[in-house]
């Protein structure tokens, strides 16, 4: 559904020419605009100022603009990592302008290049389609109007109507792979076919098809099939590979909430284990055993009993993995939290749960279990003796990082002297 010409939209915008052609094609069709950027903070020359030209570009057009610094890089996977801090910008400014539309400048040229950097990467099927013209996501959508246009024609649309915008250099050098395929392999494409974009598109579209398809049959087999712990093989042998691997994968999923440790691996492992004898259990990470029981799959998930109680300092590393950090901040989810000295009680500690533990969400006027609210939130058993919980010295519950916040825990709007940042 497109929205109207009332309704209030989000536009990713870098600066760069391609979202500033799509920013500039909006402004004829829509009367309010918000403007959302994303500095990402990489060291590449430049950032700042595009930052500063975006903004004043909206000063000088009547756009609200939004914007939000990336303050801390991953060396591993900056780019998915960067990813899922923009889409979360995106989704708080969705939230703040009371609206689900959400406009972004793919075009045709990126639709190639993610497609064949996705095949020469050896990614599933289900990742190898790009992106589609509307999509839904966290109860949102998000549209992409420029698939149908090359990279060339957005210059010259920029061009023709005198529209500004900055260059990123680093879209020149050969070290990615995604511009040695814009530089090296797209212009060969397009001397064969000049809308060669639009196969693509057409290519994409059909996959996304198929891939509707394919989960929608796998939610099917998911709904009869597994309870709680337990996955039926009744007529297993009956369903196609294709559906009895994904029902799989859709159970490794319900196992764990972090799929670091999950491989292509394990689901092989779970066919083999398939067509052995009643008993035979296998071994999986995060001390889970998934045994075969005549015509079921049995996961038995082990609680760990590693508890802890430790002094929030400026940077604490935990059991898990992750840290608690005092960090600036301008992100507002559950993953962050400010707090008033004042109300507390130092030093905070951070500690697992224990037997009758309560919280007083932040927005409720009453107190609720911490077990419940790991059971609600779909926090796997074994994992919840040993999730994080923040205290003040006197006890109080002040944070459970990426679940809940207490009343404790401030609003941007509201008086707060501390960030705690949980990642």
Known sequence: MTPKKETPIVVAVSGGPDSMALLSMLQKQYDTIVVAHVNHNTGRPGQKEEEIFVKNYCEKHNLIFESMTIQKHSKKNFHNEAHKIRYQFFEEILKKYHTNYLFTAHHGDDLIETILFRIMRGSSMKAIHGPIKKSQKNGYTIIRPLLNYTKQQLLEYNKKNNIPYCIDSSNEKDIYTRNRIRKQILPFLKKENKNVHLKFLKFSEELNEIEEYLQKQTEQQIK??????????????????IIQKRTLEYTLGHIYSERTNLESKHIHMLQALIKKRSGTTLHFPNNIKIRKEYDTLRIIQQETNHTYELELKENLLLPNGHNIKFEETELDSNFVCRLN???????????????????????????????????????????????????????????????????????????????????
């Open 224 to 241: 009869t099939r597994l309870h709680q712990n337990e996955l039926s093989l009744k007529n297993w042998d009956q369903l196609d590979t």
């Open 341 to 423: 000295k004042q109300d507390l009680t130092f030093p905070l500690i951070v500690r697992t749960k224990k037997p009758g533990d309560k919280i007083k969400v932040k927005g409720l006027n009453h107190n609720k279990k911490v077990k419940e609210i790991m059971i609600n939130e779909k926090i796997p058993l074994h994992l919840r003796n040993s999730y994080p919980i923040v205290t003040d010295s006197q006890g109080n519950i002040i944070w459970i990082p990426g679940i809940k916040k207490s009343q404790f825990c401030k609003t941007k709007e509201e008086k707060y002297d501390i960030i705690l940042k949980y990642y």
